[in-house]
């Protein structure tokens, strides 16, 4: 890099440039670098670990494709029957088809290869287990508002596939856990009212389980959904610049800055550096934790099963759904009508993806709230939301552990039946009750910040006056504090519409807006408003007046050096 | 009418006719079974007089208060269910798999007896197998070339496997789970986990079906067969674990949990770490 130095008394000499310089401007000169670079080398982020998250899912993607890359050299996405004839002793001399003797081979002969199947597969774990977390974050601080909506959808769209791309490499390696994964897929396909049976037949090339379904989900799983996912995920993040960063609120932050580090060269290392841990663990768990043991499964057969036969995790809230559904079956006029799978599989699935996908909507609607933010929200402050989606985690994790209801069973010596009758009720109780108490929680959060700001934080410190009453003293926060706390806004709690105009005349819109009308006042109406101005000097007004009427006692009692008015570098209890 | 066939079959046979016919009936499929069926042939330890007796005095002592003074079973007063079912033609093989396994005695009517440490030392075991089987006869305990995957020639070896696991991955992993860690039944019963399991109590398991456990009697599994699955399952055990820690090789349900506490607790830690290391937290020192 050439350097100028002028300190004024020198002309100003430019020294030779360094050899990656030199690079930097051959490659400028041809495709003229440089103007994007200056841009994004100095792209401002935020700081905050709750920010990490999504990264988390895109090292984890990088890692997938690294791996997944290594694996295609050696599977033979093949149904053709082979004689195995490998390293595996248990079965020499077994037929099998050419996918899973291939899978097998990876594991076996194949040096580094059962390594390379455990890290592909822990890190496609914790790639949909990370876009989970990713979502949370973005959930309960409202970092899906105004403008960042459709990133969104895009982000539920990734979830969406990348779950899908969890199952299809879940069943390529034709073992019993994939074979019985596949029928189970194929259920619920045939479920389907009048498509169903087509749908089946046309995906399997015939009755299941056929001999083409492999091939075709690994061109599904190697080429159509990473190819889906790269788009997206490179759309995603170009949002992600476009919008800038979301942040949280403090003093000098507002909705028209970023306030953080530059990309070079802070958050280069950081996210550089965290894609080294993130494959450091991956490596880890790969090399350490055993996962999909192919092995003791066996080739599938479609007269095997086995205990423990469950989906991995992110497809267990679908499991546990059909686990615990009663029998619905119905016959119209001559046509099966499988209730009990094509609800809890196909039905409610989609209907969970949609809301979950159109949720930023459907809360605008409500609250009429159309400006742009870019300062994040604490759960607290939108007690709705938040309950939401405590509820919907609620149900989630219910029925995640209904998927797991056998091992429950097992591990816990509980009764399989009445876990199953047990989660029947629970899955639909228990998100009202999360609903409930996420909702008052966050109010009496609210209340407690209020509390901060107009009688300060408790310090511990109990006084005793002369008359012997024990009293704690309250000392105002700090203004940083204060400020972060009331940078929310307040909120207007609507009137109840009727819905008519003076005239008593309805309008065309009337029932839509009473609707509206009334969830807008359930979202804000118990809310705790943040203090007006007046109510914060008078509260501080009060504050001032406190230390003073004390500031003169002489405190003979020790203990009182830490009551906040001190300085207490250097002090310590007194040795008796 | 019904007067009519009655004179008429009166005026034809003795009245114990029928009685004779049923009689000769019974002894002649009896008879044909004792023959044909190799599993209930009578026992050596039955006719050890002395071992009887003692076994005897064991059984009225730990087991007669639910199987009854002479193991006819105690029926509930209702009717409907036993506090323990009659032993009489259960078998040795059946007495030393629930004995020799701490099953018997139960400690507390539950759905299923648990194993537990056995009450009975190798011989009062052997000695309750005796009485039993002096009742009537069923399946004896099996030797040990019977049950010893260490029997099987080493050339029959790698055949006996495959065999034996794809009689086990057919018919036993939909209860007993696909590494034979156990796996959960219906109204709180479950099939226990086959590890550390004895050979020989396999062998009887299979035998005789005990608890919740269908009989594969030796008919539908030969002994050389028994002897297959019960060579697979120790293979299981014996083999390395080739990827790792199996977090109890109870299949994606554990997976899934180490996923998240390990994989995903992990990484979100480190994220909150490398936040809490920039030029920030440099700057937060003490003015």
Same mark, same amino acid.
């Given at each position: 890099m050439s350097s100028i130095q002028t300190n004024g008394k020198t002309a100003a000499t430019a020294t030779k440039p360094s050899k990656a310089g030199a690079a930097a401007t051959w490659v400028d000169d041809r495709v003229g670098i440089a103007g994007a670079a200056k841009k994004n080398i100095r792209k401002v982020f935020p700081d905050h670990w709750s920010f990490m998250l999504g990264e988390i899912a895109l090292w984890s993607f990088v890692i997938l494709l690294l791996s997944g890359v290594f694996l295609t050299l050696w599977f033979k996405p093949s149904m053709a029957e082979v004689i195995y004839d490998g390293s595996y002793e248990q079965y020499r001399g077994l037929h099998m088809s050419e996918a899973y003797a291939s &899978?097998? +081979?990876?594991?076996?002969?194949?040096?580094?290869?059962?390594?390379?199947?455990?890290?592909?597969?822990?890190?496609?774990?914790?790639?949909?287990?990370?876009?989970?977390?990713?979502?949370?974050?973005?959930?309960? %601080?409202?970092a899906f508002r105004k403008p960042r909506e459709l990133n969104w959808v895009i982000g539920?769209?990734?979830?969406?596939? #990348?779950?899908?791309?969890? =199952?299809?490499?879940?069943?390529?390696?034709?073992?019993?856990?994939?074979? &019985?994964?596949?029928?189970?897929?194929?259920?619920?396909?045939?479920?389907?009212?009048?498509?169903? &049976?087509?749908?089946?037949?046309?995906?399997?090339? #015939?009755?299941?389980?056929?001999?083409?379904?492999?091939?075709?989900?690994?061109?599904?799983?190697?080429?159509?959904?990473?190819?889906?996912?790269?788009?997206?995920?490179?759309?995603?993040?170009?949002?992600?610049?476009?919008?800038?960063? %979301?942040?949280?609120?403090?003093?000098?932050?507002?909705?028209?800055?970023?306030?953080?580090?530059?990309?070079?060269?802070?958050? !280069?290392?950081?996210?550089?550096?965290? =894609?080294?841990? @993130?494959f450091g663990v991956t490596a880890l768990m790969g090399a350490l934790l055993s996962i999909n043991p192919v092995w003791k499964y066996g080739p599938y057969n479609p007269a095997e099963v086995t205990a423990g036969s469950q989906p991995d995790w992110y497809m267990g809230f679908n499991e546990g759904l059909m686990r615990i559904m009663p029998a619905w079956e119905y016959e119209i006029g001559g046509f099966t009508l499988p209730l009990s799978v094509f609800l809890p599989a196909a039905l409610l699935p989609v209907v969970l993806l949609s809301v979950v996908m159109f949720y930023p909507f459907i809360e605008q609607w409500i609250t009429g709230d159309k400006r742009e933010h870019h300062l994040l929200q604490r759960p607290r402050e939108?007690?709705?939301? &938040?309950?939401?989606?405590?509820?919907?985690?609620?149900?989630? #994790?219910?029925?995640? !552990?209904?998927?797991?209801?056998?091992?429950?069973?097992?591990?816990?010596?509980?009764?399989?039946?009445?876990?199953?009758? =047990?989660?029947?009720?629970? @899955?639909?109780?228990?998100?009202?009750?999360? =609903?409930?108490?996420?909702?008052?929680?966050?109010?009496?959060?609210?209340?407690?910040?209020? +509390?901060?700001?107009?009688?300060?934080? +408790?310090?511990?410190v109990i006084m005793r006056s002369p008359d012997g009453e024990y009293t704690e003293r309250h000392l105002p926060i700090s203004e940083a504090e204060a400020f972060t706390i009331t940078a929310r806004d307040r909120e207007e709690v609507p009137a109840l519409t009727s819905g008519e105009d003076v005239n008593g005349v309805p309008a065309p819109t009337a029932r839509k807006d009473r609707l509206r009308a009334r969830l807008q006042h359930f979202w804000y109406a118990d809310n705790v408003q943040k203090p007006t101005r007046a109510e914060? +000097? !008078?509260?501080?007004?009060?504050?001032?007046?406190?230390?003073?009427?004390?500031a003169g006692e002489e405190h003979a009692a020790d203990g009182h050096q830490f009551d906040g008015r001190h300085d207490i570098h250097g002090e310590e209890l007194r040795k008796h | 009418m019904r007067f009519l066939s009655a004179r008429l079959s009166a005026k034809r046979r003795s009245p114990l006719a029928g009685v004779v016919v049923l009689l000769m009936g019974l002894l002649f499929t009896g008879g044909v079974s004792a023959t044909l069926s190799s599993a209930v042939a009578t026992d050596d330890l039955a006719s050890d007089q002395a071992l009887v007796d003692q076994g005897r005095q064991l059984f009225l002592v730990g087991c007669a208060s639910c199987h009854g003074r002479n193991a006819e079973g105690v029926v509930t007063q209702d009717g409907d269910s036993q506090y323990g079912p009659s032993l009489v033609g259960v078998g040795a093989a059946a007495v030393d798999f629930q004995v020799a396994t701490g099953r018997m005695p139960m400690a507390n009517p539950s759905a299923q007896a648990p194993r537990k440490p056995a009450v009975y030392n190798e011989e009062e075991t052997r000695a309750l197998s005796a009485y039993v089987a002096s009742l009537g006869p069923g399946p004896s305990i099996p030797t040990s070339e019977q049950y010893d995957p260490a029997s099987i020639p080493d050339d029959e070896r790698e055949e006996s496997l495959v065999r034996g696991g794809e009689f086990f991955r057919t018919n036993c992993t939909a209860c007993h789970n696909f590494d034979g860690s156990g796996g959960a039944l219906p109204g709180g019963k479950y099939a226990p986990t086959l590890n550390g399991v004895d050979a020989k109590h396999i062998y009887e398991a299979m035998l005789t079906g005990p608890q919740q456990m269908p009989v594969f009697s030796d008919d539908v599994l030969k002994p050389e067969e028994k002897r297959d699955v019960i060579a697979y399952v120790k293979s299981l055990e014996e083999n390395p674990g080739y990827g790792g820690f199996s977090m109890g090789a109870l299949g994606p349900v554990s997976e899934g949990l180490f996923g998240w506490l390990i994989g995903i607790g992990g990484l979100v830690g480190f994220a909150v770490w490398i936040a809490a290391h920039t030029a920030k937290s440099e700057k937060r020192k003490k003015a």
């Open positions: &899978t097998l +081979e990876i594991s076996f002969d194949v040096r580094g290869g059962l390594l390379m199947r455990q890290i592909h597969h822990w890190a496609a774990q914790l790639f949909i287990a990370a876009m989970f977390v990713h979502l949370l974050r973005v959930f309960f %601080t409202g539920s769209l990734l979830l969406l596939l #990348g779950i899908l791309e969890g =199952f299809t490499g879940y069943s390529l390696p034709d073992d019993l856990l994939s074979g &019985t994964g596949l029928r189970i897929a194929d259920g619920i396909m045939k479920s389907s009212p009048v498509i169903g &049976t087509y749908l089946s037949f046309f995906l399997f090339g #015939g009755e299941f389980p056929g001999d083409v379904i492999i091939p075709r989900l690994y061109a599904i799983h190697i080429l159509l959904l990473p190819g889906l996912l790269l788009a997206l995920i490179g759309a995603h993040m170009m949002l992600l610049v476009y919008h800038k960063h %979301t942040q949280w609120p403090g003093p000098g932050r507002t909705e028209q800055n970023v306030v953080g580090y530059p990309m070079m060269p802070v958050y !280069a290392a950081k996210a550089g550096g965290f =894609f080294f841990i @993130v939108a007690p709705n939301r &938040t309950a939401f989606m405590v509820a919907l985690m609620t149900f989630y #994790g219910l029925l995640w !552990a209904a998927g797991g209801n056998d091992i429950l069973a097992v591990v816990f010596r509980l009764d399989l039946n009445q876990i199953t009758y =047990f989660m029947r009720v629970a @899955v639909v109780v228990g998100p009202v009750l999360a =609903f409930i108490i996420a909702r008052r929680w966050a109010i009496s959060l609210q209340r407690h910040d209020q +509390e901060k700001l107009l009688h300060g934080y +408790e310090t511990g914060l +000097e !008078a509260a501080r007004h009060h504050a001032q007046h406190e230390l003073e009427v004390h | -």
